[in-house]
C-alpha cells in the first residue's frame, strides 16, 4: 500500500465521521478536529477505523501523530513498511 492509498483511506474514514466536511479542502498540515471541527470520541472513531481498515495497531501514546493528514500518511506508511520486513 502506497501513500497514495493511505491518504484515499484516511479521507473515506473521515468522511464517515464528519460527512458535510470537503476534505479536499483541507490542508495536510493542519489539525483534523479543528479543520473537520470533531471532537475527542470523533478523532477516537477515526483511530478506530484506521485501525480496523489496515490492521495496525495504534498505541495511544501514537495517536498525536495521526492529527493531522501528512502525518498520519507518514506514521501509517512507517507502521505499514514495518510490518513487511
Given at each position: 500500500?502506497n501513500e ?18 470537503n ?6 498540515d ?7 471541527d ?26 498525536p501523530?495521526l ?13 505499514l513498511?514495518a510490518?513487511?520486513?
Amino acid at each position: 500500500m502506497n501513500e497514495a492509498d493511505i491518504h484515499a483511506v484516511l479521507q473515506e474514514e473521515l468522511s464517515n465521521i464528519a460527512p458535510e466536511a470537503n476534505l479536499r479542502e483541507i490542508d495536510s498540515d493542519a489539525d483534523l478536529r479543528e479543520a473537520l471541527d470533531i471532537d475527542s470520541m470523533d478523532f477516537l472513531n477515526f483511530v478506530i477505523a484506521v485501525h480496523h481498515r489496515l490492521g495496525i495497531d495504534i498505541p495511544e501514546l501514537d495517536y498525536p501523530k495521526l492529527v493531522t493528514l501528512a502525518g498520519a500518511v507518514r506514521y501509517l506508511s512507517t507502521k505499514l513498511a514495518a510490518g513487511k520486513s
